[in-house]
């Protein structure tokens, strides 16, 4: 399927749009240079936030932004009174692109009190057209715009919104001064940039980007462009770095994981790449995120079950239960063979927590494939859903069909969510009493004198402890179940 956003006064000549890490870096030192005259100019640091929407795809940009930034030379702020903020959005769901529009608003303000303040949008809302067109009409105080296939050239989009000279790569400079690039799809993976880390002891590892798999109503292919599978050697190198430099804990990311190196040009499935993460020096645990039930293989299972460092956490989106919408939804799976998977899984890994993805109120969605999902919810017994209300994304198959009333959505919403939130907590109640591992993660932002961190399985447990033991894995004793959180000592 081609692409079916085309962003034409951005995209320029093919040739004018492959990112090399290189060049890249240059860029980054003339930013320097320019940012450093500013500097000297004006008397003090400069400073910049970067506020993250959207999934763990976005967390792992946001956090290449800031190596660069920091690179450039731009001083980290906690608050968005900052010289340089940058929204990275998120746009697979309406109340996602709302949330920006109502933020930008608030922006503007700390930007009227500052005349040396810059704005800067980027993410997934920035690949539609029409995102773009709303943002130059009616928020101009917007000075840099890029896409998800632009991350990479941040320290060429700083130099010339800085006001350096265009050098013709792709990038379009307003009569205003707005500093634009967006493109439709990614010029290859660029490896080599600097990227900061938020956690010293955990990170995630991009395997794969963009999505081919075009649920009916799901706009992540569109804004996140063709599915394309990292190197094997980069990725473990990656991760050899990281743990050199204290991390142990891994999240691989992709958009779905299990088709990880499908079409590429080397030969390594994602249950081989997965045991050779777990071989590397200093690794103690592995996660990964998301897993397309139509893609799962005996062989990860397999993995899965004899690899201890793996963690026993499965994130297995269902979306529906009801075999008619899964294949509306072009699914590739029906009721019947998602919960035989899970019976497989189970069987294999019998601790193992399962987790999942749910719409509800997909188009033409009667009560009677409504009550299917309720049914497989009851079978499974997620220790927790992400439970969300269908929204129409423009463009995507879905958006063409008849809506169903908003109230009776609710109704089911919320029906299912008390579901949900019952079976979670008699699930998450079984570990009390139980000896566990735990990551400490951080000091508990409410209570003093606790401590914050995850079990393999992900659940998170506040547990007595100070600040020595952030990154440690400590022993544990659940005492006491909270629902979706434990308590232990
Ligand atoms: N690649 C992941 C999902 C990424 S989007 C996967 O396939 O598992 C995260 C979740 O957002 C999806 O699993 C889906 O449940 C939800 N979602 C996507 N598009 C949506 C839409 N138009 N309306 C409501 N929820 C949506
Ligand atoms: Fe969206 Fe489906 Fe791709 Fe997940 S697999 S990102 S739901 S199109
Ligand atoms: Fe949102 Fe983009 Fe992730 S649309 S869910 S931030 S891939």
Redesign the pocket.
Known sequence: MPPLFCYNEVVMDKTARILDSGEQLRFIGLARELLDKKIKEIGRQLTFHVTTFG?QMNARDSEKLIGILKDVGYVWEESEDADLVIYNTCT??DNANQKVYGKLGYLHGFKKKNPLMKIGMCGCMMQEPSVVEKIQKSYPFVDMIFGTHNIYQLGELIYLMLGGEDEGHGVTVTKRGQVISVWDEASGIMEDLPTERKYPFKSGVNIMYG?D?F?S????PYVRGRERSRDPKEIIREIERLCADGVSEIMLLG??VNSYGHGADFDMSFPELLREVCRVEGIERVRF????PKDLSDELISVMADEPKVCRHL?L?L?SGSSRLLAEMNRHYDKDKYLDLVDRIKDAIPDIALTT???VG?PTETEEDFLETMDVVSKVRYSAA?T??????TG?P?AKLPMVPEAVVHDRFDRLLKLVQDIGAEENGKLVGSKQVVLVEQLNEKEPGLVTGRLSNNLTVHLPGDASMIGQYVPVTITESGGFYLKGE
Not at 388 to 393: A, E, V
Request: hydrophobic fraction near 30%; charged fraction near 10%.
């Open positions: 999934c697979v769901r999505c798999n649920c109503y799901c706009i992540v958009q779905n995120m998301t897993s397309h994130h989106p979306q993805d749910i719409i997909y992400f969300f209300i269908y929204s129409q994304r995507t879905a």
